[in-house]
């Protein structure tokens, strides 16, 4: 069975600070894919990154970084300089392949003041 | 990119009635699409694969009868909340893949009130 644990509930934070969101996950798959959504109060899912099992290379992108650590089964995600847009839950997701299912973390409630 | 659709994006509706959800994929095909709820601050949870041309597959738990899926096209699923009840209350989002990408792509959601 797969799984995604996001520890942090809620974090709070102030303007121009950095802040990292956690994501830990299980699985018996030698491939599979990781990803992280934003999902502002709307309610619709912002894809951000999707990183494959093999690639374990740090991405970055504008404020935006990941860190995948294999031997850890880690997935970070961190906001460098937030921004009150930032404001948002944002969910890290775990699927076996691309066509699957997603598997979602419960989320973190960012609120960048 | 690719878009997917969702209507209506807000319903109310009086217990007992019934719901229909759509979800169009808008510039692709989608053989298989999927559908989700999210309770209010909770993470989103599947609730079934709607497969175009044969039978939805449910995820344990989630009632076929209450939650009728019907893949009509390869651009459209509909989801049918039957006899609702307060407790169906929920936020539903639907999301397909594109053929020869990595990608799901969502709906922007469908938020459900039953009275």
């Known amino acids: 069975a797969q799984k995604v644990t996001q520890a942090q509930t809620e974090i709070s934070v102030v303007e121009k600070e950095d802040v990292t969101l956690d994501c830990v996950y299980e699985t018996r798959d030698t491939t599979y894919y990781l990803f992280w959504y934003k999902q502002p109060p709307s309610g619709e899912l912002v894809f951000l990154i999707r990183r494959n099992s093999f690639d374990e290379q740090n991405e970055i992108s504008g404020r935006y970084s990941w860190n995948f650590q294999k031997s850890t089964s880690s997935f970070n995600f961190t906001i460098t300089a937030s921004q009150v847009v930032d404001s948002a839950v944002y969910f890290c997701?775990?699927?076996?392949?691309?066509?699957?299912?997603?598997?979602f973390g419960k989320g973190t409630m960012l609120l960048v003041s | 990119g690719a878009v997917v659709s969702q209507h209506p994006s807000r319903v109310i509706c009086k217990s007992g009635t019934s719901v229909k959800i759509e979800c169009r994929s808008l510039d692709f095909q989608a053989t298989t699409m999927f559908w989700y709820r999210q309770f209010p601050k909770k993470s989103l949870m599947l609730m079934a694969t709607?497969?175009?041309?044969?039978?939805?597959?449910?995820e344990q738990g989630v009632e076929k009868d209450k939650f009728l899926i019907n893949h009509a096209s390869l651009t459209l699923s509909t989801l049918t909340v039957t006899s609702a009840h307060p407790e169906d209350s929920s936020f539903y989002i639907c999301?397909?893949?594109?053929?020869?990408?990595?990608?799901?792509?969502f709906g922007p959601g469908t938020r459900l009130t039953v009275t």
């Open positions: 999301s397909a893949p594109l053929s020869g990408s990595y990608e799901q792509y």
């Open positions: 997701a775990l699927s076996s392949s691309g066509y699957s299912t997603l598997t």
């Open positions: 709607s497969n175009e041309g044969s039978k939805a597959t449910y």
